[in-house]
């Protein structure tokens, strides 16, 4: 309902029909008790929804800790057409590398050791921006190799092509090609 319904327990009307015959008129501690429990009310229907809300949720987050000297993974966040990480495309990771945790900074953000390539990024991230990492033996993570321009980008290259054909449209014709994969360089496409 309206606030001012909740209120006063009508509609709101202008002023010009504030006066119309056998409207009741409150006055003194009446009026004031009456809002009184009309707030009450409003009060306690919005920590209701606010509950009800907050246990949705509560469903789905867990706390998370970790101790200096745990091994994370980052969580890094792929927009098209952007490099973030050195990690480029609809199909980059999720999460990147394997850090150990430094220290603890205030409640709920966490010091990484981030690699010498990763130097130009804060290493101070949000416990969301975190997961944990599990250990298991027959687990061999390899490390990856970033190499970052000043700009955070890089240049990829293919690695063999496979199959090439034109597609004739009506008014222009394309090129499609199929690599096998793709090399990260800091050279430039141009010179090859």
């Not at 003194?28 to 920590?47: C, S, T, V």
Request: net charge positive; charged share 30%.
């Amino acid at each position: 309902m309206a606030p001012f319904k909740a209120l006063y327990g009508r509609k709101f009307r202008s002023p010009l029909f504030w006066d119309e015959i056998g409207e009741k008129q409150l006055t003194g501690p009446e009026l004031i008790q009456e809002m009184n429990d009309k707030i009450h009310l409003i009060r306690k229907r919005i920590k209701s929804a606010q509950d009800r809300q907050a246990s949705y949720a509560d469903r789905r987050r867990r706390p998370l800790e970790f101790n200096k000297g745990d091994r994370v993974f980052l969580k890094i966040s792929p927009f098209r057409g952007t490099v973030r990480f050195g990690i480029k495309g609809k199909l980059s990771p999720r999460y990147i590398g394997l850090y150990a945790i430094l220290e603890r900074v205030g409640s709920l953000a966490y010091r990484l050791a981030l690699p010498p390539a990763l130097s130009k990024i804060h290493n101070v991230f949000h416990v969301s921006m975190l997961r944990k990492y599990e250990p298991d033996p027959n687990h061999v993570l390899p490390p990856d190799e970033v190499e970052l321009d000043p700009t955070l980008a890089y240049v990829e290259q293919p690695i063999c092509i496979l199959d090439q054909k034109e597609k004739v449209l009506r008014n222009k014709t394309i090129s499609l090609v199929r690599v096998n994969g793709l090399v990260m360089e800091k050279k430039s496409l141009l010179g090859n």
